[in-house]
């Protein structure tokens, strides 16, 4: 039976999994995952982690694609064909991909900078202290750049969600994974002396990583690892967002989710693994782990320091890591474009090249502003979290902080409560396939996930600190 034929659809099993894990895996993977693994006790974090994944991230997973897929509809339409007065969350969720379109192609146009850096041999210039901020500062160059990402992603989405989403990520995501186990094997080989004589090797760095460091642990940082593994995990999974419904709604309905569903999780979390493997080390051997920052700064000023240290293989070494980080943020990119689009395409009744089009004038003009909140735009806010922003980390903090976990919270208690587990778990087992861990979603959906993402709201918008004073 051919379906849906004119929004398009996965292939099949393969192309939808390749599309989600290329939406998974993004930065989140490269410059937070292995940051907060060094922060948390190395191996007490990577067990809390796994822990999380086959339980809440399988729950927010499944629950986001069955939606998809059951209704055949992007968020607004999904959320109002369950229920027409919760039409409010669809809306909701569409923002999500909004804001962060804003804002996505930017750091795409900062990777995309650096690769050809390394491409033309300008490596050991790139390490310098003040490399990263005079990019970033200059309004026509870093401007440049992210258009040059948003275009490339829009020209991807306009092709379709075969010709263009399914081969763009069945292309990259392999070569995805060979460069990243390149680079991590090539770390564990890395050896420093410093100048007093102590010398630290890769594999002295990947113990460091993989051990279980409880020292001092106690109930409340306990707590907190807990809160920053599941903080990731729901970034990092693209749930709640509107992605996943999408891209559900392009799977057919012969396509096994649970084994789909399995798949996803477990190359998002090998690569977040695999990168960890690769950054820990690395930074562990020239500098220790004293210093390891997360975010841009580890992958735009530590990460280059290390490359210049790492003599004749620096340079292709950082050619490789940013092309990686290219093809992982490019994947990540289409998928929050594609979610724009598809929500549109469904509202206005508009062909996929139209929307595609409008959408990429408004995101590339969008994309141009974020830009220049480092230069013409620079002013600084200090947010409800405690840290400090430019436009760039407000755009973020209001979707990753405040609006995720809300949303996640609302899809639990609908899909929970009102629509009740059995009616997602009829779409898991549609084709007589069995839903091996029912018993844990039915568990997660109604009562642990919604208390887990309260808390996990109340602390990312800096409410948890004003009870716990
Ligand atoms: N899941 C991506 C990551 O881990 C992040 C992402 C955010 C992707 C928003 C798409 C949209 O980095």
Redo the contacts with the bound molecule.
């Keep these: 039976m051919k379906q849906k034929s004119t929004k398009g659809n996965f292939s099949g099993q393969l192309g939808f999994v390749m599309a989600a894990a290329g ?7 490269i410059w937070r995952f292995p940051y907060l693994a060094a922060k948390d006790g190395g191996g007490l974090f990577l067990v809390v982690y796994l822990v999380l994944v086959f339980t809440f991230g399988f729950t927010m997973l499944t629950n986001d694609i069955s939606v998809g897929r059951k209704t055949g509809k992007s968020a607004i339409g999904a959320y109002a064909s369950m229920r027409k007065n919760w039409k409010f969350l669809g809306i909701l969720t569409f923002l999500v991909p909004i804001l ?1 379109m804003t804002y ?1 192609a930017v750091i795409g146009g900062w990777i995309t900078r650096y690769m050809v850096v390394y491409l033309t041999g300008a490596g050991q210039k790139a390490a310098e202290d003040t490399y990263f901020t005079s990019f970033i500062t200059s309004p026509v160059s870093s401007s440049l750049f992210a258009l040059f990402f948003m275009i490339l992603t829009a020209v991807v989405v306009y092709n379709g969600v075969e010709e263009g989403i399914e081969k763009c990520s069945k292309f990259m995501m392999p070569i995805l994974i060979v460069l990243i186990v390149i680079i991590a094997v090539y770390s564990l080989t890395l050896k420093h002396t410093d100048a007093d004589g102590t010398t630290r090797t890769g594999l002295m760095g990947f113990l460091v990583y993989l051990k279980p460091n409880v020292k001092g642990l106690t109930v409340g940082k306990f707590l907190s690892v807990l809160l920053d593994a599941m903080s990731q995990l729901f ?4 749930v709640s ?1 509107g ?1 996943m419904i999408t891209y559900g709604s392009y799977v057919k309905k012969d396509v096994d989710l649970n084994k789909a569903v399995n798949q996803i999780e477990f190359f998002d979390t090998l690569v977040a693994f695999l990168a960890g493997m690769m950054i820990i080390p690395s930074v562990y051997v020239f500098s220790g782990l004293d210093g390891m920052g997360a975010g841009p700064s580890l992958m735009f000023v530590a990460l280059p320091k290390v490359f210049a240290q790492m003599g004749k293989a620096g340079p292709f070494m950082g050619f490789a890591f940013f092309l990686m980080a290219i093809f992982a943020t490019l994947t ?1 990119c289409i ?2 474009l594609e979610a724009n689009v598809a929500n549109c395409m469904e509202v206005f009744h508009a062909s996929r090249k139209k929307v595609t089009s409008v959408m990429a004038v408004i995101y590339c003009i969008a994309s141009v502003v974020i830009s220049l909140g480092y230069s013409v735009f620079y002013f600084e806010v200090k947010l409800p979290n405690g840290s400090v922003g430019q436009l760039l980390d407000i755009m973020d903090y209001v979707s990753n902080s405040f609006m995720m976990p809300f949303i996640a919270f609302l899809s639990c208690i609908l899909i929970g409560w009102i629509m009740k587990p059995q009616w997602i778990i009829s779409e898991m087992e549609r084709n007589g396939e069995k839903f091996r861990r029912k018993k844990i979603y039915i568990g997660m959906v109604r009562y642990v996930a919604p208390v887990i993402l309260f808390v996990l709201f109340l602390q990312s918008t800096g409410l948890l600190n004003l009870f716990i004073k």
Excluded: E, K, R, W
């Excluded at 970034?235 to 693209?238: I, K, Y």
């Design positions: 939406s998974a895996v993004g930065v989140g993977n962060i996505y970034f990092s999974l693209s967002m992605i990540s998928s929050v």
